[in-house]
């Protein structure tokens, strides 16, 4: 170890230069990097849903209906200019309105007024739009600019185009407020002046490197991107702080080349088994088969792991160019000593443990019983103005998804037979069909080519259902389930059911299934590592319960509350929580054991909570900050959730560790630390 880190500050001036050019490449590069803020299109290509879509494209030239738009004060003749002004706009594939299910040339009151309402209604006319997926972004503004702020959109591709407009301005806006915060921060907890710059500038090059190199997965989602690199800064301050300290440490006793070469390998074991518990941790979200989870926690690993060569190629370089200044701006510590603090723990720590470990079983209960939200359909709430285009919609035409039907053409009896049936269930509004368009007796070749595209393929013909349901809930998933079962029924294992509330239902059904994998793999693989490095049985089981207990505590939080959880940020949580904060209770724990080879058991709680509060805090009150930045500031239901919950599930580990972990490590004392030379008899 010592020949490998002295030819790297050997070469160090090398290194550096090779760090700072693949910072400036992936700089560049961090601007091909496209980003998916559908939720839907992250689902196993295996699902239903995705199966239908799959066959539907490559049958059918149009797409599902993704967008309801909606004009109020309106004349039947105004609707239909307004129609042809938004079959004009580039990217709209198709729009559907009442002239499409019947002739609207006499008065509506002729007609069946339960269609005609599902179309128009007290003066305003609603428009079922097809937007193209590759010119979501930039249809969805054109739309506005021709109904105006005072009409109103909704629907899946609204929510994308939404996304990604308001998602990338927000996230800068968090980035340059969590730099500026976590400088103020290293300004209290370091004692240079310069130190806090030294620090950020191989946080700054290791997050660059980072997000740049997301190139090779040529997509990232939405999470990622906005919660990736400021993840990565959060969960990987430690590494540089912790390498300067023991420099300075090792600086009183040899020269400074010396001293570094030291100082990386006194960190090495620290630092590795720290980083390693937090790749684990994020690699534990590749196995989820919802594909956003690959997607965040390889590049959080990745980040991680880009943090870590950083820390050990690049940093020395840095650290033995700039330590001349920092002894220059050296100021006295802002922060106290902590051992005040030590004290009062020491003194209730067996009390905290009983509370703590009668907490255990509830939470845990507790956190299973949350109500959840598995789609879309809620990112943007009242207050936004897609929620409140979407609360205007369904004030005048309730609640309105369209699902796609596809089944084998050739037999128009069966399919006239199966339309009844569907027609017969309530939540049903109305079919687009041949059938129920044209009727069973006019051949196709009488048929407009327009309708004959939309509904007919070489080997399949497509009914599009209105049905009056939310995109999710569990009135909706009733609902799937009766389409299937009746479309089973006269085309078993033969027919494709695709739609927004189809893909939540498979959406459901798939992350349900992964929460207990990816969970239960984590803690497993974070345990095992735990049990090489510390070379104990016990001290994995603490940790992994402490930091287990807090999240349980953490998502215990919203039941309590009454709130409702999306499904994906309540399971990916769980792996960044124990990721980014087991690193506390394992610097925690190592402090213990060093200092129970010359304290009893009390001394070593007061000295290793003085040792350590400063570096914990320093890590966890940025993260806890990052989070709740990323709650206040985005107005993405699902991001705002996640930062949230991020912080405040910080916030319940640092209490577990700085509170609850010396108790335990108190209790345990005998089974890790020997009497004699290794550890003084308490």
């Known amino acids: 170890m010592k020949k490998f880190y002295g030819a790297v500050i050997k070469a160090r001036k090398f290194i550096m230069v090779l760090f700072l050019i693949a910072a400036g490449v992936c700089g560049y590069c961090r601007q091909f990097i496209s980003v998916n803020y559908d939720i839907n299109s992250y689902l196993p290509e295996d699902a239903v849903s995705t199966v239908a879509l799959d066959v539907m494209g490559e049958e059918f030239e149009g797409a599902i209906p993704n967008a309801r738009v909606l004009i109020k004060d309106v004349t039947k003749k105004e609707a239909l200019e307004y129609k042809e002004k938004l079959e004009a706009v580039d990217g709209v594939i198709s729009v559907m309105w009442l002239d499409d299910q019947m002739i609207v040339d006499m008065p509506f009151e002729m007609y069946d007024q339960e269609i005609v309402e599902t179309y128009y209604k007290d003066n305003a006319a609603l428009f079922t739009v097809t937007i193209e997926e590759e010119s979501i972004n930039e249809t969805v503004p054109a739309i506005r600019e021709v109904i105006g702020d005072e009409n109103a959109m909704t629907g899946a591709a609204v929510s994308t185009a939404v996304a990604t407009a308001s998602t990338v301005s927000e996230i800068r806006k968090i980035t340059v407020i969590a730099i500026l915060f976590l400088l103020v921060v290293l300004i209290l907890t370091t004692t240079s002046w310069v130190e806090p710059f030294v620090v950020l500038i191989g946080l700054g090059v290791a997050v660059i490197i980072n997000a740049g190199s997301n190139l090779i997965f040529g997509e990232i989602s939405f999470v990622t991107n906005a919660a990736g690199n400021i993840l990565q800064l959060a969960v990987s301050l430690d590494y540089s702080v912790f390498l300067i300290h023991r420099f300075d440490e090792c600086r009183c006793e040899m020269e400074p080349k010396e001293a570094m070469k030291q100082a990386l390998c006194m960190s090495t074991s620290s630092i590795l088994s720290s980083g390693l518990t937090t790749v684990i941790g994020f690699l534990a979200l590749t196995l989820m088969r919802f594909k956003i989870g690959p997607d965040l926690g390889l590049a959080l690993a990745k980040g991680v792991g880009i943090s870590l060569l950083t820390v050990f190629l690049f940093m020395p370089g840095v650290i033995l160019a700039t330590y001349q200044w920092m002894d220059k701006t050296a100021h006295r510590s802002f922060m106290p000593s902590f051992r005040r603090l030590g004290r009062m723990v020491q003194k209730v720590t067996i009390p905290l443990v009983i509370i703590f470990a009668a907490a255990i079983v509830p939470s845990y209960i507790t956190s299973t019983r949350n109500v959840y939200y598995y789609g879309s359909s809620h990112i943007f709430g009242p207050g936004t103005q897609l929620g409140d285009d979407t609360e205007l919609i369904q004030d005048i035409f309730g609640k309105n998804d369209n699902y796609v ?52 393929s070489e080997h399949y013909d497509r009914m599009v259902l209105s049905v009056a349901a939310d995109y999710e809930g569990a009135e909706t998933e009733a609902l799937v389930e009766t389409i299937r079962e009746i479309a089973g029924e006269y085309y078993p294992d033969a027919y494709y059911l695709a739609g927004e509330g189809i893909s939540t239902y498979d959406l459901m059904e798939t992350v349900t299934e992964d929460m207990v994998k990816v969970n239960l793999l984590a803690i497993a693989a974070v345990f095992i590592v735990l049990l090489f490095a510390m070379k104990s049985l016990v001290l994995p089981v603490i940790l992994v319960l402490t930091i287990e207990t807090a999240i349980w505590i953490n998502l215990s939080i919203p039941y309590v509350t009454g709130q409702t959880l999306f499904y994906i940020a309540y399971l990916i ?52 900050v990052v989070g709740f930045l990323l709650g206040i500031i985005s ?29 335990f490590l108190y209790l345990f004392d005998r089974t890790f630390v020997k009497s004699g030379k290794e550890g003084k008899k308490a």
């Open 635 to 663: 107005t993405h239901g699902l991001l705002s959730q996640l930062g949230y919950l991020l912080g405040r599930g910080t916030i319940c580990s640092l209490i577990s560790v700085l509170f609850v972990l010396p108790g």
């Open 405 to 456: 039907l596809m089944i084998p053409k050739g037999d128009v009896v069966k399919e006239k037979e199966l339309s009844e049936r569907l027609n017969e269930v309530e939540e049903i509004t109305s079919i687009t069909s041949l059938v129920d368009t044209v009727g069973t007796t006019i051949p196709a070749d009488m048929i407009p080519d327009k309708l004959l595209k939309q509904l007919r």
């Open 573 to 624: 949580i769980s792996s960044i929580q124990l990721g980014a904060t087991v690193d506390y209770a394992i610097l925690f724990t190592e402090r213990y054991k060093e200092n129970r080879n010359l304290l009893d058991k009390k001394e070593s709680i007061i000295e290793t909570i003085s040792n350590t509060a400063s570096s914990i805090l320093t890590s966890g009150i940025v993260l806890t």
